[in-house]
């Protein structure tokens, strides 16, 4: 149950018993009144701006029409004050009974509570990582693939229905790149000195067990073909090897995708697909003939100074026209972008997120366009930036790395910390802002490394279990209706406060499922911990705050209850980051 949902409605029922708010219902919002947290926790557990926004349309005062509102709020039996605050927000205090019943009910439901139905089980697709396979993933690989993955995971509590995508750039001229620099490592495995990497070809050591796998396979036949044969060879050989190492680099990161989607589907059949969704704008009046005048600063790849087949982009919110087929009919790179929306629309999505490095701002509002064109307006799209991560040790920058030739790999990274800490820490600000990453930070024991703060709760938590059953050798642990044990026996305020803590749960949940910003879920989990920490500590000076009292049975059972709450969310929170839940921590 969402405590916040809970009030609102309840103070929705109760505007609607005032004779003042009768005489004008029609005219009135109701959707403009929010129930939060009050800012500063010391007014109260909930606060509404009901007074706020009704004043105005009803034509009196807020706090005149604040007081009648809490007058009507007394009457509610888990209200235990209420007053006006500031022009006209109502602070609300709820019973300690609201509270023991409320606790009782995240028990029953354990790590089921903050789930929601917000999505109706809409089809979302969430597109991340899609690196292009010509080589290992790097560090700003790994935040996009972290927050793409913990956006699925969000979306997917919050109620949606989530596919997760790769797309495979396997079509393009990079492709070929890579084929030639495999080639090079192929004659180096055939014994040849190659000397030093050509510049444009992939000096990355990660290329010499290509090249010897070849040399396995066929021996010295490729050397003695021409280009034109054997690099189709290649190129198949090599993408499949540096798939199955991209593969396997996400798997170190507890990534899993349920689509691998190649670029090269698009080109197939004659490039079938990329003519249909050009013939499809076409019909819609999206397609004609013309030259662009050139762009400002850098010209892009795609740039011809002569006619080509333009997307009437700029009719659909976009800044310049662009171009689908060049001038000597082959197909732009943004043809296949196109035909790859209509792909995921004619599969059912209706909502498409795309996760993208910061430099791609550009393509925001040409797949914005693309998406009004195709759908007709029917399709959400939201392309999601995330910004440059920042290598450090001790606030030294890191040097690159050897295996890849010219960055740190992202397996490099979770090798030294471990992937609880890289996929914790990469959600632990903002992903349109940057991120400083300090290996000896992340894997300090302490309140400043969130990951650690966080996993410890949850630890600390398992450990309160094992200290009860050493206090109660006959109690039965497993068994245990912790959600009838907690009725009256939680009373005390700082307890009261960490119940409030883990109600914030649902709220939390969609609010970060609806801004897109899996961020907030780490964040809200290091408060929680934080709150957990803070009544561990309290009861080391204070025996009777203590969860487990070897003199009082009943009461520990129920403290037991607030614990097993309080690890419910942590590891609920934690599935949704991607980042486990330890029973123990040494």
Not at 479 to 505: C, H, R, T
């Amino acid at each position: 149950m969402n405590l916040f949902t809970d009030f609102e409605v309840r103070i929705k029922n109760a505007l609607e018993q005032i004779d003042i708010v009768k005489e004008k219902r029609s005219e009135l919002d109701f959707g403009r009144i929010g129930v939060e947290p009050p800012r500063d926790a010391s007014h109260g557990d909930v606060a509404t701006n009901a007074a706020m926004v009704l004043s105005k349309p009803l034509g009196t005062n807020p706090r005149a029409l604040a007081e009648i509102i809490i007058a009507k709020l007394r009457e509610d039996a888990d209200v235990a004050e209420v007053s006006v605050a500031g022009p006209g927000f109502i602070n609300i205090r709820l019973s300690v009974g609201y509270w023991q019943r409320l606790l009782a009910m995240m028990i029953s439901e354990g790590e089921k509570f903050g789930r929601s139905t917000l999505g109706a089980g809409q089809k979302v697709n969430v597109e991340y990582v899609s690196a292009n396979p010509t080589g290992p993933m790097h560090v700003g690989h790994c935040r996009g693939a972290v927050v793409g993955d913990a956006l699925a995971n969000l979306l997917g509590f919050a109620g949606y229905d989530v596919t997760k995508e790769y797309y495979i750039n396997d079509a393009g001229s990079q492709i070929d790149v890579l084929a030639r620099s495999v080639f090079l490592r192929y004659r180096e495995a055939l014994g040849e000195q190659v000397g030093d990497i050509p510049a444009g070809l992939y000096p990355g050591d990660y290329l010499v067990p290509v090249g010897e796998a070849l040399a396995r396979e066929f021996g010295t036949k490729l050397r003695g073909m021409p280009e034109d044969q054997w690099l189709p060879i290649i190129k198949e050989r090599a993408i499949d090897a540096m798939m199955a190492m991209i593969r396997a680099d996400l798997d170190a990161l507890n990534v899993h995708h349920d689509i691998f989607f190649s670029e090269r589907t698009l080109h197939a059949n004659g490039a079938a697909l990329i003519r249909t969704a050009i013939n499809d704008l076409t019909f819609k009046g999206y397609v004609y003939k013309g030259a662009l005048p050139p762009p400002k600063g850098q010209l892009p790849e795609d740039w011809e100074d002569r006619e080509q087949t333009l997307f009437r982009s700029t009719e659909v919110g976009d800044d310049i026209d662009r171009p689908l087929i060049k001038s000597d009919g082959s197909y732009t790179y943004f043809a296949a972008d196109v035909a790859y929306f209509k792909n995921k629309f004619d599969r059912g999505f209706n909502e498409m997120i795309y996760i993208l490095g910061a430099d791609h701002g550009g393509y925001v509002k040409r797949l914005e366009a693309v998406a009004r064109s195709i759908s007709d307006g029917q399709a959400k799209l939201t392309v999601l930036l995330c910004q440059l991560v920042k290598l450090f040790r001790n606030g030294e920058p890191v040097k690159m790395s050897k295996r890849s030739g010219d960055f740190v790999t992202l397996r490099d990274v979770v090798d030294e910390v471990g992937r609880d800490s890289v996929r914790f820490m990469m959600l632990y600000r903002k992903s349109s802002e940057p991120l400083d990453f300090d290996f000896a930070k992340v894997t300090e024991q302490s309140k400043d490394n969130p990951v650690f703060y966080v996993q410890y709760a949850h630890a600390r938590c398992m450990s309160v279990f094992r200290q009860a059953k050493e206090a109660f050798p006959d109690l039965d642990i497993a068994s245990l209706d912790l959600a009838n044990a907690v009725v009256g026996a939680i009373s005390d305020p700082a307890e009261l406060q960490l119940i409030a803590k883990i109600a914030e749960f649902p709220r939390i949940v969609e609010a970060a499922a609806q801004s897109q910003e899996p961020h907030r879920i780490a964040f809200y989990l290091y408060d929680l911990a934080s709150s957990f920490h803070g009544h561990w500590n309290k009861g080391k000076d204070l025996p009777e705050l203590r969860f487990v009292n070897d003199k009082n049975r009943e009461l520990s059972i129920a403290r037991l209850g607030l614990v097993y709450a309080v690890a419910s969310v942590l590891k609920s929170g934690l599935g949704i980051t991607g980042t486990a839940a330890p029973d123990e921590m040494r």
